[in-house]
């Protein structure tokens, strides 16, 4: 069943050192509003799943993200991201960004909305269909002490370009961060998207978990995420989990922990599936 998943698919819907002398003027300059963020790359794996038809793929991408406070409560976070799937000799991949405006209370909550776009290529003459997606919706964020409440709701569509057709794209995730040092967090996510369209539609439950841990007095982190998407589509019987396990790196600039980037930082993200396909 994987290789007619392929056939109509995309891979995609698809880390700064301050002076030690100065410890006083360091914790006064985190306390401001100031530009933030952090890039990383990671390199994994997946296995699909299938009724008697089971496959390995490689994967490996990369995203940036950077926090710019507009005061001392409303920001602006720009992200880009990119994400590659190589299984049998075919490669798929997707790129793609983001937007967030919200306003935040470090010591309480976060709340606004965001809008992405990615685009899709690959072999096998993916690259010349020119698909892309874009969504919109609200966030928000709670602080609970050493706990942080996720949440995204978002709709969205396929399209192809030239194309007055379309899929409709609609779902939501929750995550929740929790921060048993400040360099040391653990995150737990549960989401659901459906693509529909023409009398059919093609659903994705996902759940992960993510292990980040940065090296005190560093920019460096090193990190390690599990996620599992469970597909299924209207108009097939059977279902397929696709298993998705990678390890990075990040560096990070304009904060000095994982809970002050957290809290004052880039803190927001976007729904990033194993695996999504768009029948067309």
């Known amino acids: 069943m994987y290789r007619f998943l392929l056939s109509a698919a995309i891979a995609a819907t698809a880390t700064s050192a301050f002076a030690a002398d100065a410890p006083v003027v360091l914790d006064q300059e985190l306390a401001q509003p100031h530009i933030s963020g952090y890039g ?34 409303w920001n602006i976070q ?14 798929l991949y997707s790129y793609g960004g983001a937007i967030h405006g919200y306003w935040r209370d470090p010591s309480s909550y976060a709340l606004g909305g965001f809008a992405t776009i990615t685009g899709y290529g690959g072999d096998e003459g993916l690259g010349d269909a020119d698909l892309y997606t874009f969504t919109v919706g609200p966030e928000a964020q709670a602080y609970f002490g050493n706990v942080t409440v996720y949440g995204q709701v978002y709709y969205g569509q396929l399209r192809a370009s030239g194309e007055s057709e379309h899929f409709d794209n609609w779902g939501g995730r929750g995550v929740v961060r929790y921060f048993a040092q400040d360099d ?39 990190f390690g995420r599990y996620q599992l998407d469970h597909l299924t ?20 600039f304009g904060s000095d922990t ?10 927001m993200d976007t729904y990033r599936p194993n695996f999504t396909v768009p029948f067309l």
Not at 47 to 63: E, H, M, N, V, W
Not at 78 to 91: F, Q
Not at 258 to 267: F, H, I, P, V, W
């Open 40 to 73: 990383e790359v990671y390199l994994g794996g997946l296995y699909f799943a299938t009724p008697g038809d089971d496959a390995d793929g490689t994967t490996a991408g990369g995203a940036a993200r950077i926090n710019f406070p507009i005061d001392a409560r």
């Open 184 to 222: 040391l967090r653990f995150d737990g996510e549960l989401g659901f998207s459906r693509l529909s369209g023409f009398g059919a539609h093609f659903d994705t439950v996902s759940a992960a978990l993510q292990a980040t841990y940065r090296f005190s007095g560093t920019p460096w982190s090193v």
């Open 233 to 252: 589509f209207s108009e097939a019987s059977g279902s397929v989990n696709v298993h998705k396990y990678v390890i990075g790196l990040r560096a990070s």
């Open 78 to 91: 720009t992200d880009a991201v990119i994400d590659s799937l190589w299984i049998e000799g075919t490669n």
């Open 258 to 267: 994982l809970l002050s980037e957290d809290r004052n930082g880039a803190t």
